[in-house]
């Protein structure tokens, strides 16, 4: 009840050796007393350990001490079988609490709390009215376990709990999710509940979803402290209409001279229910005495104590402290409910002192029953009461959750007193006058929401007692600040968020003079102007940097509760059932709350107290009425409190004084000596105090780092100062509390006054009829770019101020907990604080060099008058007759000297450490830190200071473009120190050296204007080498930039080294942003020559006007950049001397299409050359070569889509942008694909064209059509072959031939489909001359492109990338090298590309590759060889690599021309041909990179071998062992098995469609010989008896055959041949594969028979073949014939004649048996 609890408490155990102090006997000493007269001396309470919190009942406390324990002393009436009553000055231990480590205790007016290390709670003493949460007692001896749980997990989940505020019937607990948890009697608990006591605790609903930072319990009231809801959360739009009775919530009436625009509309229900569940009071609530009987007539401005407002809204529209303007005799008289209050009411004044008009709509007859309904409201029945006044009286059913805030609103005296016919009769009257001029008022009324938008001026201050118009125009600024400190309910000295004066104006009317349809167009005019925006000085939601680092200085006060002492500081007497928001208190940083029997205190963090409540004694701390809303404590300027303690009828206060050891002030009432056991009741023995006062003996307690107080008793912890860390540590914290209350000075006094000079308009009437006199706004004397920066200047200070408010809440928070080093935020994360300064620093500079403060002297003079003593008393500036400028910049420069304190404290805390200690160590490095950062600002300050004075002697005209915010001056030329070299005779050249560039300025003498010219040169990109002296006597610098190279000349060797030193570092702080950093230590030499900047040429004819950002070396673009010129094209990629030069992105706009060409490839000195991807706005693509930015070499073009109107693709050979050389075309169009010669985009030479439909064309073509010699089939196998004219079209000579073998002879003409005219002969070939048809037989591929003459520039590219002009012809050694560098370079682009991810498996092998495998010269072994195969296979299937290349490339190509429409059974000799060219040719390269390795057929001897065995290792073809004594070299068996398995899908799709027939003979002989069982088969094919299985493996088990086993013999061979299919082992693609699975397949066949012979034999063709016959049957082979064609046209020659070769001649002698079998 009547303490306040400083959060969590920590133990200090660890913590004495750690701050130097070395006995726990000078920490946590206490010391009690009572009242405050001059004969009061503290008594000092002895105990073993340090105490860390104590708590005060009416006649009870406890302490908590270090270790957890927990004491007692005073009356302890529940302490039945013990002693009940313990003197102060002995406190007994809670033995109960034994074991458990309590880090919170509490205390209220009977019985007391604590709280333990995991959370749980603790009660005991008086529990009448649940008040310990233990049902069934009424008194509870010792401390026993509360459990607070949450119902609404399953199982119910206990709550931790972080502390505990008790009342007199009731207690709170804060848990670790920061809700408030309650238990006990009465409408304080501020549950939604009717019965009473609440055993168990419960949610305080309405705070939930909030941050609750503490609370705090009064007799019969709570208070909590609130985070404040983020923005986005807290700023609604806000409505027009009421949401319960639909409504405006403003009106507007137009009086004989004046516009009123109300917001004074009331809602008749009560309360609107917001989407939220909260409840909103309606502002009009609180009626004036007597009705408004008509527009004309004026209010009455008197109106009782409770009546205005006595709900405000927890909305921002509806704001109890609204404003009323009233016209009356057509004046305009400003007030505020509080003056009105104060002024005619007493403090004690009754809510039933209301009377009048209101009466009649009460449900009470008479104010005898309001008083009663109002008494009843103090019993525990009240939630009965009001329900049954709701039953009567109510006229909508609430929602359960707002019944109680709801009945609260229904009380006597606050029902409307308006009646809905008065309402009418209003809303009529105004329509009259809104009618006539409805646009004009729907202009009024969006410009009353824009002003909102704005600060109100300083001109009148809103709110002057008595209705004094417009404050007083023309007083001195103080005048005003005590008029505002005088309005405590209205306003404070609070750096409350500049936002608190928007909200209202919001709930505010607006007067607008004169009638609306002739003042708005003016008003609206004014409203129209520019306008300095809004900045608002208290950062939104704080650093975000901070984060939990710092306390929360945005924050809330709630109260609910009984308030019949206006203790709630709602305005009013009333009780409120749930948690309300005190929205006067809501921007005033409140940091800390106390609550006494019937008061309650806030502390903000600017070191104010505001009070309200009972103030019978004086306890309040000023005399000022009334008591129901919060006002400050009137304490001597200077006094600075941070700690209080609130008891029965007394306040306690802790302060800062002169010196920064604490001092201790104390109002309330005296207790005398012979009064302090006398009855509470009985006051003859008090007296009281109208303001706090002192009390004499604080300076003899020491360090006091917290005060409590309750009942009648006050008690204070201290501690002793034993080696100065104490004394420091209440330094630095009185520093810093010192330090912000200065800053919220300049932020209140003059930084908002300046900021408020920025309304347009700010009028003023002095009497009734007078015209407004407009000042001359800000924005119009500063110009925007000043106003701007003023503005953040204004942020940066508001931020700065916000962090300073923090760090001192932070810092009080250490004095009263931990009081030890680690905790000091400026220690641990001090880049918070020099980022803040640096900011800060950097905007009053800016504002500085751009003649901000010179700009500013003439408004502010205007507004302090020509005596600024404020500001003088402010900047601390003792000087006389200072210019008002110069006064504004030592002014907000002021808060740099605060980094020299904060050095000092740091560096006197460290001296109480041992050197060697890592406190110290910390101390020592803030120290330096700070202190260096000061050293930093104030060169700053000179830089800025330096550069001001230059621009006001600089040339006019140049001023505009080179005067920057930013910019500093370094140095300058006029004295005629440097020179341009070679410049004319009677030109002058000044050379002003800036933190960004350098400026050459040009003119010519006999001018008047001598600078005529100027360039700027940023430092980025500029470069500067002294020239030698050694042959010349002239001092010169070269300098580089972009576009430029000049000399300078210096006038000594001295002047030139200064110049080079100060554009070096120049240039080096501009490339690091040094501009940022705290430190100038640490200058390298000069700047490095290679550097990442952004340019903007303005000279280069390929790049004017372009913008390049990116890697630079000595002036020339070198590196990755990126270009982006201002037609919209845009480079990324690499550069070299300036040029694109390597892999890049190319984007460039088509006007015409509105779409973008854009090229991803290599570029060689500023051209596309070497591999790219050019996708053009057409649609069109191409991928492959460039030169020269042509397409050049192999390359592809896709044109269009399938759905678009002619899709194509060609893969060929360019020469200069056209197609030239071999190619295939792909017309999906017509169907129809050309694979042959091609020169400027025609066909031309000779070339094969297939169909769709089957036919197939070879022959020459000229200007792209069919013309010479040609050979024609058709799908049915007939043939034409002779003369072509056009495409299809037959002309000449020629021979047509039918399927059937007959044939014409002579001349054709006509289209092939169309019909054709034949002049010549017909043949018939004779039925039995077999010779006919091999006479008649057309061979295919004499007229087509030779398979050597095909892809020619796809191998000449790889030979390039080797080095070689020409196929063989280059050095072995540079295409090694060529190839590392090619890898190396790949890698390196892959690694700077973030989406390419390189896995350190294929970093590791594209090294290896980059190294030859055969590292030295000599014959070829079979080791190298292997060694040389495994490197060929990892490079061919590398794209980086040349071969992966060639390799990806012959695939693609490959593809291209046999899938699709080149599946054309017609093709598969060129395609086998194809495949054997591709062997020979990539054999070469092969050979050029290992010239050791034999040629074609050569022989490699096995290790063992002797020179004389490799002459007879040719034979070894001829013997049949397996394996040979050496192996034969060749392109198949090194290259085929890499090629063949990326090449086999459309090869062997050849061979099917060619063996189609024979193939589909061969399969229907298979499934119908299938259909035997195995002895049945056996027996037809002939196998001898011997051979047949007798039994046969099945799971593991033989079996024995029988006749209807089937598909059992010889099974392990048959699926051993079976892996002779692609698609069941997808290895076996390569002949040599193929023929091992055959030689696999005898051996199989033979272990089986061997195995049942049971003898040793040799194997005869007669007796092999059948068997095997059997086995290729059971194998179900698919396409054998096709596998069998493929073995025969790709296996190696060597293997041909060997035992590979007889088996593969079995398996086709199988083949052709089995299609033959069915004739047998």
Same mark, same amino acid.
């Given at each position: 009840?009547?303490?306040?609890?400083?959060?969590?408490?920590?133990?200090?155990?660890?913590?004495?050796?750690?701050?130097?102090?070395?006995?726990?006997?000078?920490?946590?000493?206490?010391?009690?007393?009572?009242?405050?007269?001059?004969?009061?001396?503290?008594?000092?309470?002895?105990?073993?350990?340090?105490?860390?919190?104590?708590?005060?009942?009416?006649?009870?406390?406890?302490?908590?001490?270090?270790?957890?324990?927990?004491?007692?002393?005073?009356?302890?009436?529940?302490?039945?079988?013990?002693?009940?009553?313990?003197?102060?000055?002995?406190?007994?231990?809670?033995?109960?609490?034994?074991?458990?480590?309590?880090?919170?205790?509490?205390?209220?007016?009977?019985?007391?709390?604590?709280?333990?290390?995991?959370?749980?709670?603790?009660?005991?003493?008086?529990?009448?009215?649940?008040?310990?949460?233990?049902?069934?007692?009424?008194?509870?001896?010792?401390?026993?376990?509360?459990?607070?749980?949450?119902?609404?997990?399953?199982?119910?989940?206990?709550?931790?709990?972080?502390?505990?505020?008790?009342?007199?019937?009731?207690?709170?607990?804060?848990?670790?999710?920061?809700?408030?948890?309650?238990?006990?009697?009465?409408?304080?608990?501020?549950?939604?509940?009717?019965?009473?006591?609440?055993?168990?605790?419960?949610?305080?609903?309405?705070?939930?979803?909030?941050?609750?930072?503490?609370?705090?319990?009064?007799?019969?009231?709570?208070?909590?402290?609130?985070?404040?809801?983020?923005?986005?959360?807290?700023?609604?739009?806000?409505?027009?209409?009421?949401?319960?009775?639909?409504?405006?919530?403003?009106?507007?009436?137009?009086?004989?001279?004046?516009?009123?625009?109300?917001?004074?509309?009331?809602?008749?229900?009560?309360?609107?229910?917001?989407?939220?569940?909260?409840?909103?009071?309606?502002?009009?609530?609180?009626?004036?005495?007597?009705?408004?009987?008509?527009?004309?007539?004026?209010?009455?401005?008197?109106?009782?104590?409770?009546?205005?407002?006595?709900?405000?809204?927890?909305?921002?529209?509806?704001?109890?402290?609204?404003?009323?303007?009233?016209?009356?005799?057509?004046?305009?008289?400003?007030?505020?409910?509080?003056?009105?209050?104060?002024?005619?009411?007493?403090?004690?004044?009754?809510?039933?002192?209301?009377?009048?008009?209101?009466?009649?709509?009460?449900?009470?007859?008479?104010?005898?029953?309001?008083?009663?309904?109002?008494?009843?409201?103090?019993?525990?029945?009240?939630?009965?009461?009001?329900?049954?006044?709701?039953?009567?009286?109510?006229?909508?059913?609430?929602?359960?959750?707002?019944?109680?805030?709801?009945?609260?609103?229904?009380?006597?005296?606050?029902?409307?007193?308006?009646?809905?016919?008065?309402?009418?009769?209003?809303?009529?009257?105004?329509?009259?006058?809104?009618?006539?001029?409805?646009?004009?008022?729907?202009?009024?009324?969006?410009?009353?929401?824009?002003?909102?938008?704005?600060?109100?001026?300083?001109?009148?201050?809103?709110?002057?007692?008595?209705?004094?118009?417009?404050?007083?125009?023309?007083?001195?600024?103080?005048?005003?600040?005590?008029?505002?400190?005088?309005?405590?309910?209205?306003?404070?000295?609070?750096?409350?968020?500049?936002?608190?004066?928007?909200?209202?104006?919001?709930?505010?009317?607006?007067?607008?003079?004169?009638?609306?349809?002739?003042?708005?167009?003016?008003?609206?005019?004014?409203?129209?102007?520019?306008?300095?925006?809004?900045?608002?000085?208290?950062?939104?939601?704080?650093?975000?940097?901070?984060?939990?680092?710092?306390?929360?200085?945005?924050?809330?006060?709630?109260?609910?509760?009984?308030?019949?002492?206006?203790?709630?500081?709602?305005?009013?007497?009333?009780?409120?059932?749930?948690?309300?928001?005190?929205?006067?208190?809501?921007?005033?940083?409140?940091?800390?709350?106390?609550?006494?029997?019937?008061?309650?205190?806030?502390?903000?963090?600017?070191?104010?107290?505001?009070?309200?409540?009972?103030?019978?004694?004086?306890?309040?701390?000023?005399?000022?009425?009334?008591?129901?809303?919060?006002?400050?404590?009137?304490?001597?300027?200077?006094?600075?409190?941070?700690?209080?303690?609130?008891?029965?009828?007394?306040?306690?206060?802790?302060?800062?004084?002169?010196?920064?050891?604490?001092?201790?002030?104390?109002?309330?009432?005296?207790?005398?000596?012979?009064?302090?056991?006398?009855?509470?009741?009985?006051?003859?023995?008090?007296?009281?105090?109208?303001?706090?006062?002192?009390?004499?003996?604080?300076?003899?307690?020491?360090?006091?780092?917290?005060?409590?107080?309750?009942?009648?008793?006050?008690?204070?912890?201290?501690?002793?100062?034993?080696?100065?860390?104490?004394?420091?540590?209440?330094?630095?914290?009185?520093?810093?509390?010192?330090?912000?209350?200065?800053?919220?000075?300049?932020?209140?006094?003059?930084?908002?006054?300046?900021?408020?000079?920025?309304?347009?308009?700010?009028?003023?009437?002095?009497?009734?009829?007078?015209?407004?006199?407009?000042?001359?706004?800000?924005?119009?004397?500063?110009?925007?770019?000043?106003?701007?920066?003023?503005?953040?200047?204004?942020?940066?200070?508001?931020?700065?101020?916000?962090?300073?408010?923090?760090?001192?809440?932070?810092?009080?928070?250490?004095?009263?907990?931990?009081?030890?080093?680690?905790?000091?935020?400026?220690?641990?994360?001090?880049?918070?604080?020099?980022?803040?300064?640096?900011?800060?620093?950097?905007?009053?500079?800016?504002?500085?060099?751009?003649?901000?403060?010179?700009?500013?002297?003439?408004?502010?003079?205007?507004?302090?008058?020509?005596?600024?003593?404020?500001?003088?008393?402010?900047?601390?500036?003792?000087?006389?007759?200072?210019?008002?400028?110069?006064?504004?910049?030592?002014?907000?420069?002021?808060?740099?000297?605060?980094?020299?304190?904060?050095?000092?404290?740091?560096?006197?805390?460290?001296?109480?450490?041992?050197?060697?200690?890592?406190?110290?160590?910390?101390?020592?490095?803030?120290?330096?830190?700070?202190?260096?950062?000061?050293?930093?600002?104030?060169?700053?300050?000179?830089?800025?200071?330096?550069?001001?004075?230059?621009?006001?002697?600089?040339?006019?005209?140049?001023?505009?473009?080179?005067?920057?915010?930013?910019?500093?001056?370094?140095?300058?030329?006029?004295?005629?120190?440097?020179?341009?070299?070679?410049?004319?005779?009677?030109?002058?050249?000044?050379?002003?050296?800036?933190?960004?560039?350098?400026?050459?300025?040009?003119?010519?003498?006999?001018?008047?204007? +001598?600078?005529?010219?100027?360039?700027?040169?940023? +430092?980025?990109?500029?470069?500067?080498?002294?020239?030698?002296?050694?042959?010349?006597?002239?001092?010169?610098?070269?300098?580089?930039?972009?576009?430029?190279?000049?000399?300078?000349?210096?006038?000594?060797?001295?002047?030139?080294?200064?110049?080079?030193?100060?554009?070096?570092?120049?240039?080096?702080?501009?490339?690091?942003?040094?501009?940022?950093?705290?430190?100038?230590?640490?200058?390298?030499?000069?700047?490095?020559?290679?550097?990442?900047?952004?340019?903007?040429?303005?000279?280069?004819?390929?790049?004017?006007?372009?913008?390049?950002?990116?890697?630079?070396?000595?002036?020339?673009?070198?590196?990755?950049?990126?270009?982006?010129?201002?037609?919209?094209?845009?480079?990324?990629?690499?550069?070299?001397?300036?040029?694109?030069?390597?892999?890049?992105?190319?984007?460039?706009?088509?006007?015409?299409?509105?779409?973008?060409?854009?090229?991803?490839?290599?570029?060689?000195?500023?051209?596309?050359?070497?591999?790219?991807?050019?996708?053009?706005?057409?649609?069109?693509?191409?991928?492959?070569?460039?030169?020269?930015?042509?397409?050049?070499?192999?390359?592809?073009?896709?044109?269009?889509?399938?759905?678009?109107?002619?899709?194509?693709?060609?893969?060929?050979?360019?020469?200069?942008?056209?197609?030239?050389?071999?190619?295939?075309?792909?017309?999906?169009?017509?169907?129809?694909?050309?694979?042959?010669?091609?020169?400027?985009?025609?066909?031309?030479?000779?070339?094969?064209?297939?169909?769709?439909?089957?036919?197939?064309?070879?022959?020459?073509?000229?200007?792209?059509?069919?013309?010479?010699?040609?050979?024609?089939?058709?799908?049915?196998?007939?043939?034409?072959?002779?003369?072509?004219?056009?495409?299809?079209?037959?002309?000449?000579?020629?021979?047509?031939?039918?399927?059937?073998?007959?044939?014409?002879?002579?001349?054709?003409?006509?289209?092939?489909?169309?019909?054709?005219?034949?002049?010549?002969?017909?043949?018939?070939?004779?039925?039995?001359?077999?010779?006919?048809?091999?006479?008649?037989?057309?061979?295919?591929?004499?007229?087509?492109?030779?398979?050597?003459?095909?892809?020619?520039?796809?191998?000449?590219?790889?030979?390039?990338?080797?080095?070689?002009?020409?196929?063989?012809?280059?050095?072995?050694?540079?295409?090694?090298?060529?190839?590392?560098?090619?890898?190396?370079?790949?890698?390196?682009?892959?690694?700077?590309?973030?989406?390419?991810?390189?896995?350190?498996?294929?970093?590791?092998?594209?090294?290896?590759?980059?190294?030859?495998?055969?590292?030295?010269?000599?014959?070829?072994?079979?080791?190298?060889?292997?060694?040389?195969?495994?490197?060929?296979?990892?490079?061919?299937?590398?794209?980086?690599?040349?071969?992966?290349?060639?390799?990806?490339?012959?695939?693609?190509?490959?593809?291209?021309?046999?899938?699709?429409?080149?599946?054309?059974?017609?093709?598969?000799?060129?395609?086998?041909?194809?495949?054997?060219?591709?062997?020979?040719?990539?054999?070469?390269?092969?050979?050029?990179?290992?010239?050791?390795?034999?040629?074609?057929?050569?022989?490699?001897?096995?290790?063992?071998?002797?020179?004389?065995?490799?002459?007879?290792?040719?034979?070894?073809?001829?013997?049949?062992?397996?394996?040979?004594?050496?192996?034969?070299?060749?392109?198949?068996?090194?290259?085929?098995?890499?090629?063949?398995?990326?090449?086999?899908?459309?090869?062997?799709?050849?061979?099917?469609?060619?063996?189609?027939?024979?193939?589909?003979?061969?399969?229907?002989?298979? +499934?119908?010989?299938?259909?035997?069982?195995?002895?049945?088969?056996?027996?037809?094919?002939?196998?001898?008896?011997?051979?047949?299985?007798?039994?046969?493996?099945?799971?593991?088990?033989?079996?024995?055959?029988?006749?209807?086993?089937?598909?059992?013999?010889?099974?392990?061979?048959?699926?051993?041949?079976?892996?002779?299919?692609?698609?069941?082992?997808?290895?076996?693609?390569?002949?040599?594969?193929?023929?091992?699975?055959?030689?696999?397949?005898?051996?199989?066949?033979?272990?089986?028979?061997?195995?049942?012979?049971?003898?040793?034999?040799?194997?005869?063709?007669?007796?092999?073949?059948?068997?095997?016959?059997?086995?290729?049957?059971?194998?179900?082979?698919?396409?054998?014939?096709?596998?069998?064609?493929?073995?025969?046209?790709?296996?190696?020659?060597?293997?041909?004649?060997?035992?590979?070769?007889?088996?593969?001649?079995?398996?086709?002698?199988?083949?052709?048996?089995?299609?033959?079998?069915?004739?047998?």
């Amino acid at each position: 009840m009547h303490q306040h609890c400083h959060g969590q408490i920590s133990v200090m155990e660890s913590q004495r050796k750690s701050s130097g102090e070395d006995s726990s006997g000078e920490r946590g000493l206490l010391h009690t007393w009572k009242g405050y007269s001059c004969s009061v001396t503290p008594e000092r309470v002895l105990l073993s350990r340090p105490v860390l919190q104590a708590a005060l009942g009416t006649r009870h406390g406890v302490l908590l001490v270090e270790g957890g324990q927990v004491y007692s002393f005073g009356e302890f009436p529940w302490k039945q079988s013990q002693v009940s009553e313990v003197g102060p000055l002995k406190p007994v231990l809670e033995s109960s609490l034994s074991g458990q480590r309590v880090v919170a205790v509490a205390a209220g007016s009977f019985h007391s709390g604590a709280v333990t290390e995991d959370g749980g709670v603790h009660m005991w003493g008086e529990n009448s009215f649940g008040q310990c949460g233990l049902s069934s007692l009424t008194v509870v001896s010792n401390p026993t376990p509360v459990a607070v749980l949450d119902p609404d997990t399953s199982p119910p989940h206990t709550i931790r709990v972080l502390e505990l505020a008790c009342g007199e019937q009731h207690s709170l607990a804060l848990s670790a999710q920061h809700e408030v948890w309650a238990w006990g009697s009465g409408c304080q608990l501020g549950l939604v509940t009717t019965i009473f006591p609440v055993w168990k605790p419960q949610k305080v609903e309405h705070l939930a979803g909030r941050h609750v930072l503490q609370v705090a319990c009064g007799a019969f009231h709570s208070l909590a402290l609130v985070r404040c809801l983020p923005p986005q959360e807290a700023r609604r739009p806000l409505p027009d209409k009421c949401g319960q009775c639909n409504q405006l919530l403003y009106t507007m009436t137009d009086k004989e001279d004046h516009v009123i625009i109300s917001d004074s509309h009331y809602c008749p229900l009560g309360v609107e229910l917001l989407d939220d569940g909260e409840a909103r009071m309606e502002p009009g609530r609180s009626p004036p005495l007597r009705l408004q009987s008509s527009p004309s007539e004026p209010l009455s401005s008197h109106t009782s104590a409770s009546a205005p407002n006595l709900h405000p809204s927890i909305t921002d529209h509806t704001d109890y402290e609204r404003r009323r303007t009233v016209a009356q005799n057509g004046e305009v008289l400003t007030t505020t409910d509080s003056d009105i209050s104060a002024a005619g009411t007493d403090s004690d004044r009754t809510v039933g002192g209301m009377g009048g008009a209101g009466s009649q709509n009460s449900p009470y007859p008479d104010d005898q029953a309001v008083k009663e309904y109002l008494k009843k409201l103090s019993d525990t029945s009240l939630a009965e009461e009001t329900a049954k006044m709701t039953k009567a009286g109510a006229s909508f059913q609430p929602p359960a959750d707002s019944l109680d805030l709801l009945t609260s609103d229904l009380l006597p005296g606050v029902m409307p007193v308006t009646t809905s016919s008065a309402l009418n009769s209003l809303v009529s009257s105004c329509a009259s006058a809104v009618a006539e001029r409805v646009v004009s008022t729907c202009e009024a009324l969006s410009l009353k929401k824009r002003i909102n938008c704005y600060y109100p001026g300083v001109g009148g201050v809103a709110g002057a007692p008595g209705g004094v118009p417009g404050g007083f125009p023309g007083g001195p600024a103080e005048e005003r600040v005590r008029l505002e400190e005088s309005m405590q309910g209205k306003k404070s000295c609070s750096t409350g968020d500049i936002r608190e004066e928007e909200a209202e104006g919001l709930s505010r009317r607006l007067s607008l003079p004169g009638l609306l349809s002739q003042v708005s167009p003016r008003l609206l005019r004014r409203a129209s102007r520019p306008r300095v925006r809004a900045v608002p000085l208290t950062p939104v939601g704080g650093l975000p940097e901070a984060g939990e680092l710092l306390p929360s200085l945005q924050t809330e006060v709630w109260s609910w509760g009984r308030g019949e002492e206006g203790q709630l500081g709602h305005g009013d007497n009333l009780p409120r059932l749930q948690p309300l928001c005190i929205k006067c208190l809501s921007s005033k940083e409140v940091v800390l709350v106390a609550a006494g029997a019937h008061h309650s205190l806030a502390l903000t963090a600017q070191s104010q107290v505001f009070s309200w409540g009972s103030n019978s004694s004086g306890q309040l701390g000023h005399m000022a009425c009334p008591t129901t809303i919060p006002r400050l404590a009137k304490l001597s300027e200077g006094i600075r409190v941070w700690d209080v303690g609130a008891g029965a009828q007394h306040t306690l206060l802790l302060a800062d004084g002169d010196c920064y050891q604490p001092i201790l002030y104390y109002s309330g009432q005296q207790v005398r000596e012979a009064a302090q056991d006398a009855p509470q009741d009985q006051t003859e023995g008090y007296s009281y105090t109208q303001q706090p006062v002192l009390l004499p003996f604080c300076m003899n307690l020491g360090y006091v780092s917290g005060v409590f107080a309750g009942g009648q008793s006050c008690v204070a912890l201290a501690d002793r100062n034993v080696t100065g860390f104490i004394a420091s540590l209440h330094e630095l914290a009185a520093a810093e509390r010192k330090f912000y209350c200065k800053l919220s000075s300049v932020k209140n006094h003059i930084l908002r006054p300046l900021l408020d000079l920025g309304e347009n308009y700010c009028s003023r009437y002095s009497s009734a009829g007078q015209r407004p006199w407009v000042r001359e706004s800000l924005g119009t004397a500063l110009g925007p770019a000043s106003t701007v920066l003023l503005q953040s200047l204004a942020r940066c200070y508001s931020r700065l101020c916000h962090l300073t408010g923090q760090h001192s809440t932070s810092l009080t928070a250490n004095l009263r907990r931990r009081r030890e080093v680690k905790s000091l935020v400026m220690l641990e994360h001090a880049s918070i604080f020099l980022d803040t300064y640096n900011e800060y620093c950097c905007s009053v500079g800016n504002f500085l060099v751009m003649g901000g403060f010179q700009a500013l002297a003439k408004p502010s003079l205007d507004f302090f008058g020509k005596c600024p003593e404020l500001l003088q008393r402010l900047a601390e500036s003792s000087e006389e007759n200072i210019p008002l400028s110069d006064l504004l910049v030592a002014l907000f420069y002021l808060p740099m000297r605060h980094l020299h304190e904060y050095g000092r404290l740091l560096l006197k805390l460290g001296t109480c450490f041992e050197v060697s200690s890592v406190d110290y160590q910390k101390l020592q490095d803030g120290c330096s830190k700070f202190e260096a950062l000061a050293l930093h600002l104030k060169r700053r300050r000179k830089e800025a200071e330096y550069t001001y004075h230059f621009w006001k002697s600089f040339p006019g005209k140049m001023t505009d473009s080179l005067r920057k915010p930013p910019r500093r001056l370094i140095c300058e030329s006029s004295n005629k120190a440097l020179t341009l070299q070679n410049s004319g005779r009677f030109s002058v050249n000044w050379f002003i050296l800036f933190n960004d560039a350098l400026v050459h300025a040009q003119g010519v003498v006999p001018y008047k204007s +001598l600078f005529s010219t100027h360039h700027v040169f940023p +430092l980025a990109t500029l470069w500067v080498e002294p020239i030698p002296e050694e042959n010349t006597d002239l001092y010169g610098l070269k300098v580089i930039s972009p576009e430029e190279t000049f000399t300078l000349l210096a006038c000594s060797s001295m002047e030139k080294a200064k110049w080079l030193r100060s554009i070096n570092q120049a240039v080096d702080k501009a490339m690091s942003g040094a501009g940022q950093s705290g430190s100038g230590a640490g200058q390298r030499a000069e700047p490095p020559i290679s550097r990442t900047a952004s340019y903007t040429f303005y000279k280069d004819s390929r790049l004017k006007e372009a913008t390049y950002e990116g890697r630079w070396l000595a002036g020339k673009p070198n590196g990755r950049g990126m270009v982006k010129w201002l037609d919209g094209r845009i480079y990324t990629g690499m550069f070299k001397n300036g040029l694109e030069d390597g892999f890049g992105d190319y984007v460039m706009p088509s006007k015409t299409l509105n779409l973008n060409d854009h090229y991803q490839g290599h570029w060689k000195e500023g051209k596309m050359h070497g591999i790219g991807t050019y996708k053009y706005a057409t649609g069109e693509l191409y991928e492959g070569s460039f030169q020269d930015n042509m397409r050049h070499g192999h390359g592809m073009l896709r044109s269009g889509t399938l759905n678009s109107s002619s899709p194509s693709v060609f893969i060929g050979q360019w020469v200069h942008d056209k197609k030239t050389g071999y190619g295939v075309f792909d017309d999906i169009t017509r169907g129809e694909k050309y694979m042959g010669m091609w020169q400027d985009d025609q066909r031309q030479g000779t070339g094969v064209i297939v169909t769709q439909f089957g036919l197939y064309y070879e022959g020459a073509f000229n200007n792209n059509k069919m013309q010479g010699t040609g050979v024609l089939l058709s799908e049915d196998n007939t043939t034409y072959e002779g003369e072509f004219s056009e495409d299809w079209t037959l002309n000449g000579k020629g021979v047509l031939t039918m399927a059937n073998g007959d044939y014409f002879e002579g001349t054709f003409t006509g289209e092939w489909g169309s019909g054709l005219k034949v002049t010549g002969s017909f043949f018939k070939p004779n039925l039995y001359d077999s010779d006919g048809d091999k006479g008649r037989a057309v061979k295919l591929g004499r007229l087509a492109v030779r398979p050597e003459e095909k892809w020619r520039a796809v191998f000449e590219e790889c030979w390039m990338r080797l080095g070689c002009e020409a196929p063989g012809q280059g050095e072995n050694q540079r295409a090694w090298e060529n190839i590392a560098v090619a890898l190396t370079t790949s890698r390196r682009e892959l690694r700077d590309c973030p989406e390419m991810n390189l896995s350190p498996s294929h970093n590791l092998t594209l090294e290896s590759l980059e190294f030859n495998p055969q590292q030295h010269v000599g014959p070829v072994t079979m080791e190298k060889y292997d060694r040389i195969r495994h490197y060929l296979i990892k490079a061919c299937d590398t794209p980086l690599h040349p071969l992966g290349r060639l390799m990806e490339t012959l695939v693609a190509v490959y593809r291209m021309t046999y899938v699709g429409v080149g599946a054309n059974r017609r093709l598969l000799l060129q395609a086998v041909n194809e495949i054997m060219s591709y062997l020979a040719r990539i054999f070469q390269l092969v050979r050029f990179l290992f010239p050791d390795l034999p040629e074609e057929g050569g022989v490699i001897p096995e290790p063992s071998s002797d020179p004389q065995d490799k002459k007879d290792s040719k034979c070894a073809d001829t013997q049949l062992e397996s394996p040979k004594p050496g192996r034969v070299v060749s392109s198949s068996s090194l290259l085929l098995p890499v090629l063949l398995p990326r090449l086999y899908p459309p090869l062997f799709t050849l061979y099917a469609l060619e063996k189609e027939r024979e193939d589909d003979v061969y399969w229907e002989c298979v +499934l119908r010989l299938n259909k035997q069982p195995d002895m049945a088969l056996l027996a037809f094919l002939g196998v001898q008896h011997k051979f047949w299985p007798v039994s046969v493996p099945v799971l593991g088990e033989r079996t024995e055959v029988v006749s209807s086993t089937k598909d059992a013999c010889f099974a392990s061979a048959t699926e051993t041949l079976q892996q002779i299919r692609q698609f069941v082992f997808s290895t076996t693609f390569t002949p040599s594969d193929k023929l091992q699975v055959i030689q696999l397949t005898f051996e199989e066949i033979t272990k089986e028979v061997v195995s049942s012979l049971e003898d040793s034999f040799l194997w005869s063709m007669d007796d092999l073949f059948p068997v095997f016959l059997y086995v290729v049957l059971r194998a179900r082979i698919r396409n054998l014939g096709s596998e069998v064609s493929l073995i025969e046209d790709l296996m190696d020659p060597c293997v041909q004649h060997g035992e590979h070769g007889i088996m593969f001649t079995t398996l086709k002698a199988c083949y052709y048996q089995i299609q033959h079998e069915k004739t047998t």
